[in-house]
């Protein structure tokens, strides 16, 4: 029960099973609190989201007591490998070795927005420029769990944007563009028409 192995098996199994906050609870992800919102329960909604067929292929022993292992998972069609390392860690029961992963199983997504954009929904969960690391360019990076994020910009009357679904083990970054809707549209006529009319006015011209 209380192994490397089984450490590695049981963060695996949650981080399939969508229960990130469990998977946090094994291995502390190593990312800021403001830049963990997707690395919660809430971002692992939705059918296919998250990763399948995990498993350990080979594990290597090293010599400060760590343990090495390379692991397979599912995602998207794609299988996929990734290197995980736990270390002992005290002890429980004053027994059995406390293990801990000192890698955590974290990647990245970004999204490049057009200024109009500030602020996106991924997954269902709301999220902004505090929630990712933005650079001046427009481009947030966001701190995930392997899986599959549905990014929909949080749009208004006047702009409209597509959605997008990025994949860790593939697509990890896009772009989205804001494009005015038809109230901006109509808006923009009544303004014209608004300011024809008042240089009408103002000039004594007549329609």
């Not at 690395?39 to 290597?60: E, P, V």
């Not at 974290?106 to 902004?128: D, L």
């Not at 001046?136 to 599959?148: A, I, L, N, R």
Request: aromatic share 8%; proline share 3%.
């Amino acid at each position: 029960m209380f192994s490397a192995d089984n450490t590695a098996k049981s963060y695996l199994s949650a981080i399939a099973s969508g229960d990130y906050d469990k998977a946090n609870g094994i291995s502390d992800p190593q990312v800021a609190n403001g830049k963990r919102t997707l690395l919660t329960n809430a971002a692992s909604k939705g059918d296919k989201t998250t990763i399948s067929n995990q498993r350990i292929i080979s594990a290597t022993d090293n010599a400060d007591g760590s343990r090495t292992m390379r692991i397979s998972y599912t995602l998207g069609g794609k299988s996929m490998t990734d290197i995980l390392t736990v270390a002992p860690n005290g002890s429980k029961f004053l027994i059995f070795k406390n293990w801990n992963i000192t890698t955590p199983l974290v990647k990245e997504i970004s999204v490049y927005a057009s200024p109009a954009i500030t602020n996106f929904t991924v997954n269902g969960v709301k999220v902004g420029a505090k929630n990712a690391t933005a650079s001046d360019s427009g481009t947030y990076t966001f701190k995930v769990y392997p899986g599959s994020y549905t990014v929909k910009p949080v749009t208004s009357k006047y702009l409209t944007a597509d959605s997008t679904t990025l994949t860790t083990s593939s697509e990890s970054s896009a772009s989205i563009s804001a494009e005015p809707t038809d109230a901006l549209d109509r808006r923009d006529q009544r303004e014209d028409q608004g300011q024809a009319g008042y240089l009408r006015q103002v000039h004594g011209c007549t329609a």
